[in-house]
């Protein structure tokens, strides 16, 4: 959804009158279906890994993770910044204390998403070096922390998303691979859609500003109400992850669907069997089935085929070829 700054201001809520930070609500949102989809499938089954959103500046990404993370945990996303350095990410020393040759543990950012969402904006400006690292943990759901001289291991588990645009700098793919699903973000097009957008913003605006004036409004209310539904059904969706079984035949196409489309290694594999699980689950149903898989194709398949972001990253051809190795024998 193309929401931009309006998005975000402070409300003083029915309850506490004390002032706080609001963004616009996820059920609220406009279209960009695939970026809701994306987030709650990695919420669903967080072994999934992280996600990656490729797309131009001012379409909602930033919103609509925010808006995710506040409903999902009430609180907004962990953020990584551009510039943070190793001992920010995985922990290092309070300087405070170390300047006193006191050594104290500083939690780095790492620690600080454990059960949350962490969230780095523009992840193709961040050093490599860093990415892997975050993209090993977000994996393996361990963080190793080395200081001096000594290791320490501490299970950590966060829903990882990072954004991009290609117009300043892609991602080599060996760490592309590492993103469990990628969801190719444009613009809007349709003037319906855009009325629609524009005119969920202004509401939101104008229910804010009637808050901040104390007037009464029912708007916080149904938001809430929508919210917890919302999120009721997304927890019961992971909860029943595992309960989902998946055919032989269905992993067999979803090992086809890796081949033709020249994915290399095993993990777009798995990946796609993964999300087509969690898509299941999310449907309420127990069983994977070919319309489970074809959904999430696009999202686990797109980022690792040869070139992927130098070309269209998903083309209606590639739907075409997704349901004819699905449909085939």
Same mark, same amino acid.
């Given at each position: @959804?193309?929401?931009?700054?309006?998005?975000?201001?402070?409300?003083?809520?029915?309850?506490?009158?004390?002032?706080?930070?609001? #963004?616009?609500?996820?059920?609220?949102?406009?279209?960009?279906?695939?970026?809701?989809?994306?987030?709650? &499938?990695?919420?669903?089954?967080?072994? #999934?890994?992280?996600?990656?959103?490729?797309?131009?500046?001012?379409?909602?990404?930033?919103? =609509?993770?925010?808006?995710?993370?506040?409903? @999902?945990?009430?609180? &907004?996303?962990?953020?990584?910044?551009?510039?943070?350095?190793?001992?920010?990410?995985?922990?290092?020393?309070?300087?405070?204390?170390? @300047?006193?040759?006191?050594?104290?543990?500083?939690?780095?950012?790492?620690?600080?998403?454990?059960?949350?969402? &962490? !969230?780095?904006?523009?992840?193709?400006?961040?050093?490599?070096?860093?990415?892997?690292?975050?993209?090993?943990?977000?994996?393996?759901?361990?963080?190793?922390?080395?200081?001096?001289?000594?290791?320490?291991?501490?299970?950590?588990?966060?829903?990882?998303?990072?954004?991009?645009?290609?117009?300043?700098?892609?991602?080599?793919?060996?760490?592309?691979?590492?993103?469990?699903? @990628?969801?190719?973000?444009?613009?809007?097009?349709?003037?319906?859609?855009?009325?629609?957008? &524009?005119?969920?913003?202004?509401?939101?605006?104008?229910?804010?500003?009637?808050?901040?004036?104390?007037?009464?409004?029912?708007?916080?209310?149904?938001?809430?109400?929508?919210?917890?539904?919302?999120?009721?059904? #997304?927890? =019961?969706?992971?909860?029943?992850? !595992?309960?989902?079984?998946?055919?032989?035949?269905?992993?067999?196409?979803?090992?086809?669907?890796?081949?033709?489309?020249?994915?290399?290694?095993?993990?777009?594999?798995?990946?796609?069997?993964?999300?087509?699980?969690?898509? =299941? =689950?999310?449907?309420?149903?127990?069983?994977?089935?070919?319309?489970?898989?074809?959904?999430?194709?696009?999202?686990?398949?797109?980022?690792?085929?040869?070139?992927?972001?130098?070309?269209?990253?998903?083309?209606?051809?590639?739907?075409?070829?997704?349901?004819?190795?699905?449909?085939?024998?």
């Amino acid at each position: @959804m193309d929401t931009r700054g309006t998005a975000e201001a402070t409300v003083v809520t029915e309850k506490t009158e004390k002032p706080e930070i609001q #963004i616009l609500p996820y059920t609220k949102i406009v279209g960009q279906e695939q970026i809701k989809l994306a987030l709650e &499938l990695a919420y669903i089954a967080p072994r #999934i890994g992280g996600i990656l959103l490729n797309g131009e500046r001012g379409t909602g990404k930033s919103t =609509a993770v925010r808006a995710f993370a506040q409903m @999902m945990y009430d609180s &907004l996303p962990v953020t990584l910044p551009i510039n943070a350095t190793e001992d920010r990410v995985v922990g290092g020393w309070q300087i405070d204390e170390l @300047m006193k040759s006191k050594p104290v543990p500083q939690p780095g950012l790492l620690e600080e998403a454990n059960g949350s969402l &962490l !969230y780095i904006d523009e992840v193709n400006l961040l050093d490599d070096h860093i990415v892997n690292m975050i993209l090993d943990v977000t994996s393996t759901g361990v963080l190793v922390i080395q200081r001096e001289g000594q290791s320490e291991q501490k299970p950590v588990s966060f829903t990882l998303v990072g954004t991009m645009n290609p117009e300043e700098g892609g991602l080599r793919p060996q760490l592309l691979d590492r993103f469990g699903l @990628m969801v190719s973000v444009k613009t809007e097009k349709n003037e319906d859609q855009r009325t629609k957008i &524009l005119d969920t913003v202004l509401g939101f605006d104008k229910a804010l500003s009637r808050l901040r004036a104390g007037q009464s409004s029912d708007y916080i209310k149904e938001v809430k109400h929508g919210e917890n539904e919302c999120k009721k059904k #997304i927890n =019961a969706a992971k909860d029943n992850f !595992y309960n989902v079984d998946i055919h032989p035949d269905i992993v067999i196409k979803c090992v086809k669907l890796a081949k033709d489309f020249e994915v290399e290694g095993n993990r777009g594999d798995y990946i796609i069997a993964l999300a087509a699980c969690a898509y =299941a =689950a999310r449907k309420g149903e127990q069983d994977v089935a070919k319309e489970h898989v074809a959904a999430v194709a696009p999202l686990a398949l797109q980022h690792r085929r040869p070139g992927a972001l130098q070309s269209n990253p998903w083309t209606d051809e590639d739907d075409k070829r997704v349901k004819e190795i699905l449909s085939g024998e």
